[in-house]
């Protein structure tokens, strides 16, 4: 069974940048999909950016030209760079694989963004 484990988040104040990342038990390669996901308090959770087997990302309008999603195929590691980050980023943040139908997801990181 496929494992997905995030780490990277933390405390950072407004205008800073964190990078997070999900390491896969297998290679990144064989899914259709990767992506970042984040749940605030009280709230749904949604898309942040996703990149699928080809290399296409896509990313939700809040976010585009601050985030970045990218792979280490070395590493079977997925990367969400956070760059200008902004009090209402502040969410857990999950990492999800889809292969196929079958949607796996990692336990979630918390990134606090505050003064």
């Known amino acids: 069974q496929v494992q997905l484990v995030e780490s990277g988040g933390g405390l950072v104040q407004p205008g800073g940048s964190l990078r997070l990342s999900c390491a896969v038990s297998g290679s990144i390669f064989m899914f259709d999909t990767m992506g970042w996901y984040r749940q605030a308090p009280g709230k749904q959770r949604d898309l942040v950016a996703v990149?699928?087997?080809?290399?296409?990302?896509i990313y939700t309008d809040s976010v585009k030209g601050r985030f970045t999603i990218f792979r280490d195929g070395a590493k079977n590691t997925v990367y969400l760079q956070m760059n200008s980050l902004k009090p209402e980023d502040t969410a857990v943040y999950f990492c999800?694989?889809?292969?196929?139908?079958?949607?796996?997801w990692g336990q979630g990181t918390q990134v606090t963004v505050s003064s």
């Open positions: 990149i699928t087997k080809s290399g296409t990302t």
């Open positions: 999800k694989a889809v292969l196929r139908g079958l949607h796996t």
